[in-house]
């Protein structure tokens, strides 16, 4: 059986990353893809000499040319530009949504068949944005967000509970960003809800709540430390992780950004929900029950990420 093929669009912190990741891990051969001369190419070197040290043999190679992503079977996009000083919200959006084209472009014209793994910012428009662009089906195009947050979340709980966090079973939906929504009632430590933990351990709801709002917060935190950059470990992870449930056809539940179609009131909107992911790429939305408090916290995600679609239209008028 053919290696599977890994295509990294953006060579940055999290596409070098993700490339160290890709290739521990045994997922296949990776190209890492930049339009930085000398960047993809200097990161495949340092990273194929891993090789010998770690006894992986994935060819690691680096290019400027999207005729090298040829045939992936998975494409994961980190492109872009992050916020500068000075610069506004729309003005990132409208390089993004520039960003956004040519990558979807460049996997129309080279892999259509590839499972896409969107991770770049603002997340939910913009892999919204890379699916029109691409014009591959809804299910081909996910984006990474949930995992990420989730993570976070699974993180401050079991620090705040003094467990592993090998029990912590955390659930956030929503969009990417301050809208978020950690839904603790359906967040667990093996098998026992958070609120009767906290009873147990004699946390309280404000306690709690602080808990929440450090998730929602968790990349400004990490970027207030970095001062020069955003986090990339975890996010890199938390992508591998969904690019095995593809390869591996696991049928994993994750949180995903993917196009929601009638379910939680959401239509033709990508938004961060629980789905099934194997190898059909997102297979099935999986809709749970939510207090009146987290819909209602869901719908003002829902409502600031078609604020973003409704930007990236007056942007680009082929949207
Ligand atoms: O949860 C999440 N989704 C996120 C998102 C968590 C953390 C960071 N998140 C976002 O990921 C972040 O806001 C950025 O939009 C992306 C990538 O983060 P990274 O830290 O890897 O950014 P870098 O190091 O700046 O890398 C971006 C690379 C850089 O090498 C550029 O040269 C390249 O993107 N780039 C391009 N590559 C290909 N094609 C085009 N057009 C292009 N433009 C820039």
Known sequence: MARKKIALVGAGNIGGTLAHLAALKGLGDVVLFDVAEGIPQG???????????????????????YADIAGADVVIVTAGVARKPGMSRDDLLGINLKVMKAVGEGIRDNCPDAFVICITNPLDAMVWALREFSGL????????????????????????????????????????????????????????????????????????????????????EIVGLLKTGSAFYAPATSAISMAEAYLYDQKRILPCAVQVDGKYGVDGLYVGVPVVIGANGAEEVIEINLTDEEKANLQVSVDAVKELLDACKALDSSL
Request: aromatic residues 6%; negative net charge.
């Open 137 to 220: 089906p809804a299910n081909k195009v996910v984006g990474m967000a949930g995992v990420l947050d989730s993570a976070r979340f699974a993180t401050f709980l079991a620090w705040e509970f003094g467990v592993s966090v090998k029990d912590v079973n955390a659930f956030v939906l929503g969009g990417h960003g301050d809208t978020m929504v950690p839904v603790l009632s359906y967040s667990t430590i093996n098998g026992i809800p958070v609120k009767d933990m906290a009873k147990i351990k004699g946390i309280s709801e404000d306690r709690l709540g602080e808990i929440v709002q450090r998730t929602r917060s968790g990349g400004g």
């Open 43 to 65: 990161k495949a070197l340092d990273l194929s000499q891993c090789g010998p040290v770690e006894g992986f043999d994935a060819s690691i190679t680096g290019s400027n040319d």
